[in-house]
C-alpha cells in the first residue's frame, strides 16, 4: 500500500484536504493525523473491521483498547451509558483538551474499538485538524498514538513515516505537535474517579477539583506477574528505543559521574552511546567526556545536542548527547521527550544513558514514559 502524505496547515486546516481524508475514514481506511498530544492513527470507530485495521498496522495486541475522539459534546451520548457528575466537571474544565475519560459503553461502540471491554475511553482533542477530520467523517474517529506497537508516540510527521509508512492510506503532515505525551486518562465509570495514565493535566492539578481522585499503581511501578491493569495497555513495554535504556538517579553530581563512568566504560567496549540529559548538564558531560579523551566533538548550537568519538583498541565508538529540556522548563522536557529517543535509534546507539526529571507537576507524566521506555530500568547512585 502506498501512504500519502498531504501538508496540512495546522491552524487553518484546508477544506478540500479534509474532504479527503474524511472520505477514507468513512470508506473504512486509516488516516494518521496529528492532534495536541501525538499524532494519532485513526479509523471510524463504530466500524469494526475498520478498527481492526489499526491493530494489525501497529501490531498492537488486541486486547488493548482504542480511544474514541469526537469533536462536540453531543456526540458522546451515543458513546457512554452514563455520565457523571464527576464525568461532568471534568469536561466542562479540560474539553476540548488532553483529557480522556473511560465511560461505560454503550451498544453502539463495537467489541473491536474497546479491545473487548464494556467501557470506552472517549477524547475530545482541541488540535484543529483532528477537530475538522472527525466532523468532516461525521463519524467518532478511533486513534491510538501512530506508532508501531510499543515503540515512542509520535510528535512529528516523520516519526509516523518511520514506523507506519506503506501501512496506512493518508498520513496528515501537520507539522510538530505541542504537548508532545498523551493525553491524560481517568476512568469516570465507577463511583471514585481512578487516574489511569498521568499527562500534560496532572495528578496535582487534577486533585484540586477531584479531592477523591485514586491512582493506579501501574501509573509508576511496574505491573507483578499477574496483576491486570485497568488500562490495558499499561501492561505492555511502552515508548521504548532500540537501545537497552537505563536511568541514572541522585543528585546532580552523582547521576553526571556515574553516567560518564557508565559511558566510558561502554565505548571502550566498542559501544556507541547515547545519554539524555537536561541542558543544564549538558555543559559538565561534555566537560568531563572530553578530559575522558572523547575528541571530534561535533555540536551546533552550544546548548543543542552534540556528537563525539571515542577512539578504542578496534576502531572508534560514538557518543551521541541529546538535550531534552531545561529543568526549569518541564512542558520543553515532555515536549521533546520522545524525538530525542527516537533521534538515539537513527543514530544507532548500543545503550542509552538517561538523567531522571522528576521536575515541577509534569514531572510524573515524563516519569511515567521514560520508565516504562526504560523497562523500569534504574539505576540509583
Ligand atoms: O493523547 C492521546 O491519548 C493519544 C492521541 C492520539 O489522542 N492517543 C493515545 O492512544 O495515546 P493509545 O492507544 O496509544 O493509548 C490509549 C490508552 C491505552 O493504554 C489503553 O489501554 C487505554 O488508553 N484505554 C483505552 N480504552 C480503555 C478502556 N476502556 N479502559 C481502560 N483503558 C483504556
Ligand atoms: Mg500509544
Given at each position: ?40 492513527l485513526?479509523?471510524d ?48 474544565l479540560?474539553?476540548p ?14 467489541f ?14 482541541s ?5 475538522a ?31 507506519l ?37 496532572s ?10 481522585l ?16 485497568r ?31 557508565q559511558a ?52 572508534e ?21 520522545y ?43
Amino acid at each position: 500500500m502506498e501512504t500519502k502524505i498531504v501538508a496540512i496547515d495546522a491552524g487553518q486546516p484546508q477544506p478540500e484536504r479534509i474532504q479527503e481524508a474524511a472520505r477514507i475514514i468513512q470508506s473504512g481506511g486509516l488516516v494518521a493525523f496529528p492532534t495536541e498530544t501525538v499524532y494519532g492513527l485513526g479509523a471510524d470507530a463504530l466500524n469494526p473491521q475498520a478498527a481492526q485495521k489499526i491493530y494489525a498496522a501497529k501490531g498492537r495486541p488486541s486486547d488493548n483498547p482504542l480511544i474514541a475522539h469526537i469533536a462536540d459534546f453531543e456526540e458522546l451520548p451515543a458513546l457512554a451509558a452514563e455520565i457523571s457528575d464527576t464525568a461532568r466537571t471534568l469536561m466542562r474544565l479540560y474539553w476540548p483538551g488532553p483529557l480522556t475519560l473511560i465511560f461505560k459503553k454503550t451498544e453502539t461502540v463495537p467489541f473491536a474499538t474497546t479491545g473487548g471491554l464494556d467501557t470506552v475511553a472517549v477524547r475530545m482533542p482541541s488540535h484543529p485538524v483532528a477537530r475538522a477530520l472527525i466532523r468532516a467523517a461525521g463519524t467518532p474517529i478511533a486513534a491510538p498514538s501512530a506508532n508501531r506497537s510499543g515503540r515512542p508516540s509520535p510528535t512529528k510527521a516523520l516519526h509516523v513515516r518511520e514506523d507506519l509508512d506503506g501501512h496506512i492510506d493518508m498520513l496528515l503532515d501537520g507539522g510538530e505537535v505541542g504537548i508532545g505525551l498523551e493525553s491524560t486518562i481517568i476512568d469516570v465509570s465507577s463511583s471514585r474517579p481512578l487516574l489511569l495514565r498521568p499527562g500534560f493535566i496532572s495528578e496535582e492539578t487534577l486533585k484540586k477539583t477531584l479531592k477523591r481522585l485514586a491512582v493506579d499503581t501501574a501509573c509508576m511501578e511496574p505491573m507483578a506477574p499477574g496483576v491486570h491493569p485497568r488500562a490495558p495497555g499499561m501492561k505492555y513495554r511502552h515508548y521504548a528505543p532500540q537501545a537497552p535504556l537505563t536511568i541514572v538517579r541522585g543528585t546532580d553530581a552523582q547521576v553526571e559521574k556515574a553516567i560518564c563512568f557508565q559511558a566510558k566504560e561502554a565505548l571502550c567496549a566498542g559501544k556507541n552511546v547515547g545519554i539524555l540529559c537536561a541542558s543544564e548538564s549538558l555543559l559538565t558531560y561534555r566537560h568531563r567526556l572530553k578530559k575522558e579523551g572523547c575528541r571530534d566533538c561535533q555540536s551546533g548550537r552550544l546548548l543543542a545536542s552534540c556528537v563525539c568519538s571515542l577512539p578504542y583498541k578496534d576502531g572508534e565508538a560514538r557518543l551521541m548527547l541529546e538535550v531534552s529540556g531545561s529543568r526549569r522548563e518541564p512542558a520543553e522536557i515532555a515536549h521533546h521527550l520522545y524525538d530525542a529517543l527516537r533521534s538515539f535509534d537513527r543514530a544507532r546507539m548500543d545503550v542509552i544513558f538517561s538523567e531522571s526529571f522528576e521536575c515541577g507537576s509534569l514531572g510524573g507524566a515524563i516519569m511515567n514514559r521514560l520508565k516504562k521506555a526504560a523497562g523500569y530500568h534504574i539505576l540509583e547512585v
